[in-house]
């Protein structure tokens, strides 16, 4: 079956702007988190939405929101960029009863 | 909150040598316990899970992992290792209450010579 799927894989932006990421997890997955993965900080866990409601959320500044549609699909967005919200930000998706999360390839995002 | 250290930032070692690599976690309550790849080039993967049960898990392309909970540890290890295991691994824990969130390792790059 189809993997996890990102979109774009790659985008350019400039300080101020916004930014939105798409997520399509696997067929029959309902629980969808976000990650962010940079050189300097490692792999740094966003939020986690299951049934459209947000689950979890880590530590990070609220320019950065997600939200999750009836199908499953998944985008965070990060209002007002900064050059250190340039980074590999990673979506995962898995079944809720079994916690093993699927990753997909990433949208690479860098703020000039 | 848990946190992941691993011990290792960078290993270097020869084809058929064995790896092992090591992952301390902290954290007071239940947890579940993963290692995960990623190839260059290539989105993480998955090398293996501890759930609960046997402590000894294994997992694809010949690794294991030991979980010691006395030691808060869930170490790494493959007997023997080819080129195409040049990749960096990462130790995840995930806190039973806390759902699907995952808190990583700083990570392991590994270089094996051909």
Redesign the interface.
């Known amino acids: 079956k189809a993997g996890v799927t990102q979109t774009p894989r790659y985008l350019i932006k400039t300080r101020g702007q916004q930014v939105t990421l798409s997520c399509s997890p696997i067929s029959g997955h309902r629980?969808v988190?976000w990650?962010q993965q940079t050189p300097g900080q490692?792999?740094?866990?966003l939020f986690?939405y299951?049934s459209e409601t947000q689950?979890?959320k880590?530590n990070f500044p609220g320019r950065f929101s997600g939200r999750q549609f009836s199908n499953s699909r998944s985008e965070m967005n990060v209002s007002t960029l900064e050059l250190g919200d340039s980074a590999l930000y990673?979506c995962?998706s898995?079944r809720?009863e079994?916690?093993?999360?699927?990753?997909?390839?990433?949208t690479r995002l860098t703020v000039l | 909150a848990q946190s992941v250290s691993q011990h290792n930032h960078h290993v270097i070692l020869s084809e058929a040598a064995s790896l092992e690599l090591g992952c301390n976690y902290s954290y007071g309550g239940t947890v579940n316990l993963f290692w995960y790849v990623q190839y260059p080039g290539q989105h993480l993967q998955l090398l293996l899970k501890y759930f609960s049960g046997d402590p000894l898990v294994k997992g694809i392309k010949g690794f294991e992992a030991e979980f010691i909970k006395s030691k808060f540890s869930f170490n790494l290890r493959k007997p023997s290792v080819q080129w195409s295991d040049t990749a960096e691994y990462f130790c995840a824990v995930n806190a039973r209450a806390a759902g699907n969130k995952l808190t990583f390792g700083g990570g392991t790059r590994v270089l094996v010579k051909p």
Request: net charge negative; aromatic share 20%.
């Open positions: 629980s988190s990650y490692g792999l740094q866990f986690e299951f689950r979890n880590g990673l995962a898995s809720l079994d916690n093993e999360q699927f990753f997909g390839p990433g």
